[in-house]
């Protein structure tokens, strides 16, 4: 009885080990570079919180904000993120992108 057993849980193992997985996409990266008008920064924390919402978004390579002239510039990977998930990032910490 116990070969049975041992034949049937490698038996499942294999089925397991061997189905068919979607193959993975490997696009190469299309980096965009934006400079983001964004209303609402006044100091160093408001810059500090809009880089590290964006930096957390996948495909983000660089962000750099800036209080004293109201912009934002993005380097991504537009296979991975896109104008609309970062801009949804910026204000949903309570700024306002104005060009969108």
């Known amino acids: 009885m116990?070969?049975?057993?041992f034949i049937s849980i490698l038996a499942i193992s294999l089925v397991a080990c061997t189905s068919k997985q979607p193959p993975k996409e490997n696009k190469a990266p299309v980096m965009v570079e934006m400079t983001l008008k964004v209303d609402g920064m006044t100091c160093d924390h408001c810059e500090e919180s809009i880089q590290n919402g964006v930096i957390a978004l996948a495909g983000i390579d660089s962000i750099s904000a800036n209080h004293e002239?109201?912009?934002a510039f993005v380097r991504f990977d537009s296979n991975k993120t896109d104008l609309k998930e970062i801009t949804?990032?910026?204000?949903?910490?309570?700024?306002?992108?104005?060009?969108?």
């Open 88 to 100: 949804k990032t910026i204000e949903g910490r309570g700024f306002i992108v104005a060009s969108k």
């Open 69 to 71: 002239d109201s912009t």
């Open 2 to 5: 116990k070969p049975i057993i």
